[in-house]
């Protein structure tokens, strides 16, 4: 028997090896979902890797790794929303600011120095001169 159009040799007249029939719906299998949760377990022991154990049973990685997402995606959908208790927890107040006083115990430094009639005039730095003259004119009145 031979069979023209098909064959893959360079004659037309190469006889048939082997010849395959393929009845139903082909590779297509119906898991049970015990059968695909044991499968599953299996590909996250962490012995072999996620590929190997698709080829073990038959099955393409890319459908093992979607019954994965979709365990996943079950238990998120099982577990009941996680809370952590919120503490709040008020600050310490800090502690009022002190202001800097200057002690008033201490003689400012003066600028000049006047002694006039036994009276000795201290004048700081920054003293307006309408003061300065009023004070002199004062001394010298009363002297």
Do not use: C, N
Request: glycine fraction near 6%; hydrophobic fraction near 40%; aromatic fraction near 6%.
């Amino acid at each position: 028997m031979t069979i023209t159009g098909f064959t893959h040799g360079t004659s037309a007249d190469v006889p048939v090896q082997r010849f395959e029939v393929f009845t139903g719906a082909g590779r297509r299998r119906d898991w049970s979902d015990e059968e695909k949760d044991r499968i599953v377990a299996e590909s996250y022991s962490g012995e072999m890797s996620v590929s190997a154990v698709a080829r073990r049973h038959g099955l393409s990685p890319g459908q093992l790794f979607t019954w994965r997402r979709q365990v996943r995606s079950q238990a998120k959908q099982d577990l009941p929303p996680m809370f952590v208790p919120a503490v709040i927890d008020r600050p310490a107040e800090p502690p009022p600011t002190r202001r800097k006083t200057m002690t008033r115990s201490a003689l400012p430094i003066a600028a000049i120095e006047l002694e006039v009639g036994g009276v000795i005039v201290r004048i700081a730095s920054g003293t307006d001169s309408a003061t300065i003259t009023a004070v002199i004119q004062a001394l010298k009145a009363a002297s």
